[in-house]
């Protein structure tokens, strides 16, 4: 999704807002740009595709404004191209935008009825158009502002400057996540902590309706009903955690060799291991009443709910619905009163999940999350927020993040059989011991590389690659499936390895590898009659398993070992293979591992 950055600064702003746009480039983007106002006059420099295009741009043709604002664009209306990129901007007006204006069309052609003529496909551009307009009317540029502000509709953050305001700067959230930064004799914009990290680390994150209007010396944030409200200033962690790739090549390779101490933490948070007992933040309902769990995610976020999904049904013993948060409300759901709605987010403004979450709320669900930004628009329209401990995940293919997301699971599902009694004193004792292991054994996975990095020769050269699952193991199979094709852009499909026959099995032959994720538990047996059907049609077999190589009963491509476990932890072991198969296959593709095209790292529109 895009960033966004704006300075209210006592010396020239450009090279800072620049600075504050690599902090967001983990975001996603295709173009980026930075306007400024200087002897009240405004002016901009734009430039498709990376930063340092842009910053190209500025060393030929620099600005010395002190008041500006910068975007990094990830194109919704309008190709990626330098015309379309922001800030959009006229002699009067700059804008920058996150979101989607959903209804640009009816105000384009209300604003072109009016003699506005518009330069781009943009749905942004309207924007600018409806604040010139209101200007036009001899409003002041405040007023102009909320004024064109209550005709959007849509989702939008918004940052605002003007011609001949050197101290005044306008911003507006409705969905996408906006942040205000006070500084000493500054004032910032951003569309989140990280980017406003190198300037201050005391955040307003402004709510939905909410429009700020700031100078160097005041921060005053207004509701959708123009009341002036106080919204508190938090001190943000962003600022202590240094984002950056240390010894690794890419934050995804980074991330993944966190799992064993974030892991660790998050566990830690919920788990006294010396007491063999789990600990939850108070759910505020009573355990022994929930009839029904109903999870909603996305993407990677979802395929860990799934095996939430398994552990609260087999060890709570608590009927789970689960679905993506784009279906979920849509299907109008029957939702109990006093139900659990439970959300998983890395990011915590996924529109889709964001959405999602209201929608239960409305219902009368007790709404609780699973989210690792702890300041994020989902952790704080929660009733009660089960944190993971992973840190910022930079890399847009989510790692890290979701082996916490289990880890929190896995306490969940302890957590709730204990209140719930289906699990005793003693089965608690074992399944935390074996989730104390879990750190332990991830760092031993970790030392196995130079063997992905042979295995992903062979992925190279595929067409398609299928990974099988069973059990609690499917989820796993699945997100495999999407960490390959979201970073390598190799097609995958992750299938229940006993739905071969019913369809996919038409795929196999020596160009389509087979991933198979098969712990040796009770349903390994049954999984070996699909490797042999594999096999016997030409089709090229990796297994992921404690199992012996010999129990395959077939020839295999690859055998990636893993320690045998209490299965209740194989989904946190069996995660790290999957990661590191799509990494280096992703390396050796040259694809770009840490923004891959067309993917953003918060989708924070639906
Ligand atoms: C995962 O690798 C993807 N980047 C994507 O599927 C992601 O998990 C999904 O967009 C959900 O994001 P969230 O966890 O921030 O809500």
Known sequence: M???????????????????????????????????????????????????????????????????????????????VERNAHPHMNDRV?????????????????????????????????VLHLITDCLD??????????????????????????????????????????AVGHGHGEMYLGSDAIALAPFTDTITYLEDGDCAVLTRETAEIFASDDRKVDRPAIKSVASSLLVDKGNF????????????????????????????????????IDPAQIRKVSISACG???????????WLERYARIPVEIDVASEFRYREPPLEKGGLALFITQS?????????????????????????????????????????????????????????????????????????????????????HALAEVPRHVSTLLHNEPHYERLAHELSRARDVLYLGRGINFPLALEGALKLKEISYIHAEGYAAGELKHGPIALIDEQVPVIVVAPADELFDKTVSNMQEVAARGGKIILISDASSERAGCALETHIQIPT?????NPLLYAVPVQLIAYHTAVLMGTDVDQPRNLAKSVTVE
């Open 300 to 310: 990677t976020a979802y395929f860990a709910g799934m095996v939430g999904k398994y």
């Open 565 to 569: 476990v209490h299965s209740f932890v």
């Open 348 to 432: 915590g403004e996924t529109a889709d999940t964001l959405a999602t979450l209201r929608h239960c709320k409305e219902q009368g669900q007790r709404i609780a999350s699973i989210v690792n930004v702890r300041t994020s628009t989902i952790a704080r329209e929660s009733h009660v927020v089960l944190p993971t401990l992973a840190g910022p995940e930079i890399g847009v293919a989510s790692t890290k993040a979701f082996t916490c997301q289990l880890a929190a699971l896995a306490c969940l599902a302890i957590a709730l059989g204990r209140a719930r009694g289906t699990i005793s004193e003693t089965e608690e004792k074992v399944l935390t």
């Open 94 to 126: 700059a804008v920058v935008h996150n979101g989607i204006i959903e209804n640009f069309q009816e105000l384009r052609e209300e604003l072109t009825a009016r003699g506005h003529a518009f330069q781009t496909e943009t749905d942004t551009e309207t």
């Open 2 to 80: 895009c960033g966004i950055v704006g300075i209210l600064g006592t010396d020239a702003v450009a090279g800072a807002l620049v600075d504050a746009l690599r902090r967001l480039e983990y975001r996603g983007y295709d173009s980026a740009g930075v306007a400024t106002v200087e002897n009240g006059r405004l002016d901009r420099r734009r430039a498709e595709g990376k930063l340092k295009n842009l910053e190209l741009r500025l060393s030929n043709q620099p600005l010395q404004g002190r008041t500006g604002l910068g975007h990094t664009r990830w194109a919704t209306h309008g190709k990626p």
């Open 249 to 284: 090549r890419h934050f995804m390779a980074k991330e993944i060799h966190e799992q064993p101490e974030v892991i660790g933490h998050t566990l830690g948070s919920f788990v006294d291991f010396a007491a063999g007992q789990v600990h939850l933040p108070d759910l505020g």
């Open 137 to 178: 009317q001899g409003l002041v540029p405040v007023a102009a502002a909320k004024t064109a502000l209550r005709r959007l509709k849509g989702a939008f953050a918004l940052a605002i400057i003007f011609a001949g305001e050197d101290n005044l700067m306008i911003g507006a959230r409705q969905g996408p996540p906006l």
